[in-house]
Structures are given as structure tokens and as C-alpha cells.
Nanobody
Framework: VQFVESGGGLVQPGGSLRLSCVTS????????MNWYRQVPGNELEFVATISSTGGRTNYGDFVEGRFIISRDNAKNTVYLQMNSLKPEDTAVYFC????????????????WGQGTQVTVTS
């Protein structure tokens, strides 16, 4: 099982980024997909989740309508569109899979990708 995150970068406050996570090794369309983030020295934080069909989504409280999670089951890929970015959004962003639609930290296959760094600074 693999998760390959990309799309991070350096952006000014108020800017936007679109993260992608390409997956392999499991039947993507059968699983809930989540985005998490981590600041070095801190614990992983839940960002967003999307159901297997894409019909349901949920977000961490801090998102406040700024991010949109989506997925393309034909491409085995989940996305995170991040708008109105703030310096406190600076972190490494990871994706992972789950069997249940819930806002929790989980890695059901026991593996993580390398993440993608998002830095928001003026």
C-alpha cells in the first residue's frame, strides 16, 4: 500500500494550494479517505475526510470553510483544495485510508506516505 502526496509549497497568507494524494495497493473506491497534518514536534491533526463515493465530507473545526476535499476514484486520488491559507496552516500534510467515515487519526494499512510540506508565510 502506498500514499504519495504532492502539491505543497510556499505560499503567502490568503493564497491557495491544491494537494494531491495518489494511492496504490488497495481498492481505493472501497475506502474513506482522510487528510491529516503535522507540525514538527506536535501530534497529527485531522483535517478532512471524504466517504468512499465522495457523497459525504467532514472537516476539522479550524478549517472554517476554507478547504475542500474531493476524490477521483478512477485515478485512485484524493485532493485537498486549500484556500485563504493562514500561517498556522503551515505543516506537513498526509493522506490515509479508513474503513469508517469518522474524524479520527488512523492508518488501517499501517503505512504512511512522505507527506507534502505546506508553508504559509509572507
Amino acid at each position: 500500500v502506498q500514499f504519495v502526496e504532492s502539491g505543497g509549497g510556499l505560499v503567502q497568507p490568503g493564497g491557495s494550494l491544491r494537494l494531491s494524494c495518489v494511492t496504490s495497493g488497495f481498492t481505493f473506491s472501497n475506502y474513506v479517505m482522510n487528510w491529516y497534518r503535522q507540525v514538527p514536534g506536535n501530534e497529527l491533526e485531522f483535517v478532512a475526510t471524504i466517504s468512499s463515493t465522495g457523497g459525504r465530507t467532514n472537516y476539522g473545526d479550524f478549517v472554517e470553510g476554507r478547504f475542500i476535499i474531493s476524490r477521483d476514484n478512477a485515478k485512485n486520488t484524493v485532493y485537498l483544495q486549500m484556500n485563504s491559507l493562514k500561517p498556522e496552516d503551515t505543516a506537513v500534510y498526509f493522506c490515509n485510508a479508513d474503513r469508517i467515515f469518522r474524524a479520527t487519526i488512523t492508518a488501517i494499512f499501517g503505512s504512511w506516505g512522505q507527506g507534502t510540506q505546506v508553508t504559509v508565510t509572507s
